[in-house]
């Protein structure tokens, strides 16, 4: 038995250590196979079900190891529960000297050059902005992180944060005179002096893709990597290894060039006319975008001859910048750093002048700017190709990577064919826990009555059930839809995305009576509601993505041109791990009760909708709700005994 075998074990470390500990044969075996992977440095890919304890048997073997380990996780949320909770809990009970650093992306950091050289060139030093920035100034003088979190009285998404803060454009590096004061570097070098690591996924994968957003030598010194939540990893790499110009970009770097000249070639006024006149070009192109949906290829969106114009003008005029910042790049540090950016931006907006194999252009139209985006089509080679030269253990794990007990789509998508596979399934009793409800309805998603008769078929459970429910959408505008007809009700507490911050919505659903929160995407997942607050989840239809968006029309039609099914092989498993996570929201403990309701009638229409069934928890499955109210009223008088 292996050491962490052993630690896992009913009479082990844990059991002695942990009141609620519960003997766990899967958590165990996982905490085995992860020792084995990082004594031989291999891959492995894990789907722990929810109640395995995954955390706890990674962390096990990760601090036992005596190794330098690299571990990164989905969100700053779940990166801080890891870090200020599950990490010291192991390391009291294991009583490994091991050291540990928390380290977050570089938009996290006070910029001390860009409050002491940027801000007092910007429109910040008058109003309410003169008052932030003063007190950005008072605490830049106390605080030993610099982390902004710190700074409770100014909101996260403050407009004030991105001129005292840097990014991988304005980031002048060991060049910058605040070098040895810089937040940043102060945590990447406590990071690279730590045995254990944790970091988040954007931050992975800025040090992955050589954009350098947090920790660029962390990775060559790890001797592992482990990425819990790996179910993100292959959309997130799409979007890391993209290239993106943006309006905010193109605006940044403008008030950027204005300052450094200021400073640096006070004299040279005429580079401000240039910088207009991207300013102006920027503008114009956002206008001729109007008629564009919001996600459209570039091909699509270039038919209109004053989207190609507008779009000449705005690659001509950036051009002309980038000439005038060449000239005046030998003046300093900082036009040098903005003559690299200018030059990066040209060089993307040139790619759009013409097809690239296995790449899609596509333009992303929001209300007060635009994204331009080239993203890969195929990611596996070059997920491939950033990882092969890190002579490390590489571990991925997820309560959601398999279809039909099968992890070929996560392999393929990341190209980790060669690696060892686990699948752990949950430790909880779902068939005496749960119900799964598929409600008859008559009609198909998409139908003009969709929307109502699904509402019709869920409400008596609603009203059973007394509200505690989840109802998750694959549309704002489905979502929509069934708030108005839920305020007429007047029956729930509604709560709806987009009302009000997500942190602030699940607060105030597991403190309200007769609570139902309406959610759409974000809220499919990396949410953990325990106990009796949450006891139904409800899933209109099931979420298969939208088949018009770009870089999924782009993937499609090169599976269609390389004689590959797309539909079997690219958006069936893709909807059925997006199911799994929705369906994950229920059962979060062991004492945990509820059902389950999937209103999407192809379920049981359609042959592939035994994909579905067959990837979820064991479930009993019904389409009455008698039967459905009738188990919510048992388990809810079961709880309540149990309680007394």
Same mark, same amino acid.
């Given at each position: !038995? ?8 009913? @009479? ?22 992860? @020792?084995? $992977? ?14 395995? %304890? ?7 073997? *990760? ?18 529960? #890891? ?44 109003? =309410?902005? *003169? ?37 991988? @454009? ?32 954007? +931050? ?37 290894? $993209? ?18 000249? &200021? ?10 006319? +240039? ?51 060449? *000239? ?6 900082? +036009? *040098? ?11 993307? #907006? ?15 139209? +929001?209300?007060? %700017? ?32 398999? !279809? ?18 686990? !699948? ?19 009609? @198909? ?9 699904? #509402? ?5 459970? &609603? ?36 009302? $009000? ?18 959610? $759409?995407?974000?809220?499919?997942? %990396? ?27 782009? =993937? ?62 064991? !479930? ?25």
């Amino acid at each position: !038995m292996s050491q962490s075998e052993t630690i896992f074990s009913p @009479e082990g470390l844990l059991s002695e250590h942990l009141d609620n500990f519960r003997y766990r044969p899967q958590q165990q075996h996982m905490s085995a196979r992860v @020792e084995s $992977a990082l004594e031989q440095r291999s891959q492995l890919i894990i789907e722990a079900g929810t109640g395995v %304890g995954k955390t706890f048997a990674y962390l096990v073997p *990760a601090l036992l190891s005596r190794q330098k380990v690299v571990i990164s996780t989905g969100t700053r949320h779940l990166q801080d529960q #890891l870090y200020f909770k599950d990490l010291p809990a192991v390391l009291d009970i294991v009583k490994t000297p091991v050291s540990t650093a928390l380290l977050k992306g570089r938009a996290n950091y006070l910029c001390v050059h860009r409050l002491e050289h940027h801000v007092p060139r910007t429109r910040l030093n008058t109003g =309410r902005s *003169a008052k932030k920035i003063q007190t950005i100034r008072d605490w830049s003088h106390v605080t030993r992180t610099g982390e902004i979190a710190e700074v409770n009285s100014i909101g996260e998404g403050d407009p004030v944060w991105p001129a005292v803060t840097s990014t991988v @454009e304005n980031c002048l590096g060991s060049e910058c005179p605040s070098y040895q004061d810089c937040h940043v570097f102060k945590a990447r070098r406590k990071a690279q002096k730590a045995d254990v690591v944790i970091v988040n996924h954007h +931050l992975f994968f800025s040090d992955l893709t050589l954009k350098q957003e947090g920790f660029g030598e962390l990775l060559p010194q790890a001797d592992a990597c482990i990425l819990d939540e790996a179910h993100q990893l292959p959309e997130l790499a799409s979007d890391f290894l $993209a290239t993106t110009t943006s309006s905010r970009q193109l605006r940044n770097l403008g008030e950027d060039v204005i300052a450094a000249q &200021l400073e640096e070639a006070p004299e040279s006024g005429e580079i401000r006319e +240039l910088v207009s006149a991207v300013q102006k070009a920027t503008a114009d192109f956002l206008l001729a975008l109007a008629g564009c949906k919001e996600r459209t290829q570039w091909h699509e969106a270039v038919a209109s001859a004053e989207v190609r114009d507008r779009f000449e003008g705005l690659r001509l005029s950036l051009d002309q910048l980038s000439g005038e910042l060449s *000239a005046l790049s030998d003046r300093g540090k900082v +036009l *040098a750093r903005c003559q690299e950016r200018c030059d990066k931006l040209v060089e993307h #907006l040139q790619q759009f002048s013409g097809e690239q194999d296995d790449w899609v252009n596509w333009v992303e139209s +929001l209300e007060k %700017g635009f994204r331009l985006h080239s993203t890969p089509l195929v990611i596996a080679d070059l997920f491939q190709a950033l990882i092969r030269d890190y002579r490390c253990s590489w571990i991925f794990t997820s309560a959601t990577l398999t !279809m039909n007990a099968q992890f070929d789509h996560f392999q393929q998508q990341l190209g980790l064919a060669d690696a060892e596979t686990l !699948m752990l399934d949950s430790p909880f009793d779902f068939e005496a826990s749960a119900r799964l409800f598929l409600p008859d309805i008559a009609a @198909e998603p998409g139908s003009d009555d969709y929307s109502r008769l699904v #509402l019709d078929a869920v409400l008596p459970v &609603l009203h059973a059930n007394r509200g505690r429910a989840f109802l998750l959408f694959s549309s704002h505008r489905a979502l929509r839809l069934a708030a108005d007809f839920l305020q007429e009700e007047n029956e729930f507490n509604l709560l709806v995305q987009g009302e $009000a911050p997500r942190r602030e919505l699940l607060e105030r659903f597991v403190k309200t009576e007769r609570a139902v929160l309406l959610g $759409a995407s974000s809220f499919w997942e %990396g949410v953990d509601i325990r106990g009796s607050a949450l006891s139904c989840v409800v899933i209109d239809k099931l979420p298969f993505a939208a088949p018009d968006d770009p870089v999924l029309a782009g =993937r499609l039609q090169a599976l269609r041109e390389s004689g590959e099914n797309p539909f079997r092989f690219y958006q069936l498993p893709q909807a059925v791990i997006a199911l799994k996570q929705g369906v994950g929201r229920l059962i979060r403990d062991e004492d945990d009760y509820g059902v389950v309701v999937i209103c999407d009638p192809r379920l049981t229409t359609r042959a592939y909708g035994k994909s579905f069934i067959n990837s979820l928890p064991g !479930m009993l499955r019904t389409s009455s709700p008698d039967e459905v109210i009738n188990f919510l009223d048992q388990q809810e008088s079961r709880h309540e005994v149990s309680c007394n």
